[in-house]
């Protein structure tokens, strides 16, 4: 393709300005349904379940699913945010218009997943402010809270751009993150800890990425994790790069860009 990078052309702010400003005005009312959602997984698991379930790892149960409800929901939106930014263009042909443009591709996902990372992030801290209305949340680690929520939003962001150029129906849209991120979520930790299953159970949940995601992010809380810190880290580092090179591929080749 013409706009595989920057080609040393100067940075077209105002095109990746534009984008951004697209997309983010679609974010109110996105921002609002996953809140609702978000607030009746609390007051169900939270505070009307949590007081009945046993403490996990020292930590009252509705404080303990915090990060994982939180990861949930990152997920979700920022798959489906970043995947319907860029199949919209495709779905109403203006995709045409948007690879004729004086814009890069590196500059096409940044405007794209930008304004994705935004929306996810804003959705996630907003989430956590209303968490603690039902629970008591403390963060041991902020700044690594907000490092992690970030890197794993970019991840999510950018896994959800790839699925955006793959699918060809909004049905295909929803199947990874429906049939596949969500049932990794909830076998990955989101409300227990993988240390209380039994063997061999443990080991085969370690295969499961998310597990490692939950567990650092639910570190940056409680200064406890159910793997190595580092072990997270590099995870997302992965996702990370591959979603990159997968990016640059599909630039590079223009699959399904252009169908």
């Not at 939270?46 to 509705?62: K, L, P």
């Not at 990372?117 to 603690?132: D, G």
């Not at 008591?136 to 150029?165: K, N, Q, S, W, Y």
């Amino acid at each position: 393709m013409r706009n595989g990078g920057f080609n040393g052309a100067k940075f077209n702010g105002h095109g990746v300005a534009a984008i951004y400003r697209f997309e983010m005005a679609r974010s109110t009312r996105t921002l609002w349904q996953s809140l609702v959602t978000t607030a009746l997984y609390f007051v169900v698991f939270g505070a009307a379940i949590g007081g009945r379930m046993a403490a996990m790892d020292g930590i009252s149960f509705g404080a303990f699913i915090v990060p994982g409800l939180t990861l949930l929901s990152v997920f979700m939106q920022s798959i489906f945010n970043a995947s319907f930014g860029i199949y919209f263009p495709k779905f109403t042909g203006t995709i045409y218009e948007l690879l004729s443009a004086p814009i890069s591709s590196l500059e096409v996902v940044l405007a794209y997943v930008g304004a994705a990372v935004t929306k996810s992030m804003v959705l996630a801290l907003v989430t956590l402010a209303t968490a603690t209305i039902f629970v008591d949340v403390r963060v041991e680690h902020p700044a690594m809270m907000l490092l992690f929520l970030l890197l794993i939003t970019i991840a999510f962001c950018l896994l959800g751009f790839v699925i955006g150029i793959w699918a060809q129906n909004f049905e295909q849209l929803q199947i990874i993150p429906m049939m596949i991120v969500t049932p990794l979520t909830f076998l990955g930790g989101a409300f227990y800890s993988t240390s209380a299953l039994a063997e061999p159970w443990r080991t085969v949940t370690l295969f499961n990425p998310v597990v490692y995601l939950i567990s650092g992010f639910r570190w940056t809380f409680f200064g406890k994790a159910d793997v190595p810190v580092w072990s997270s880290v590099i995870v997302m580092v992965a996702i990370i790069a591959l979603c990159l090179t997968g990016i640059a591929w599909v630039f590079k080749t223009g699959y399904r860009l252009k169908q």
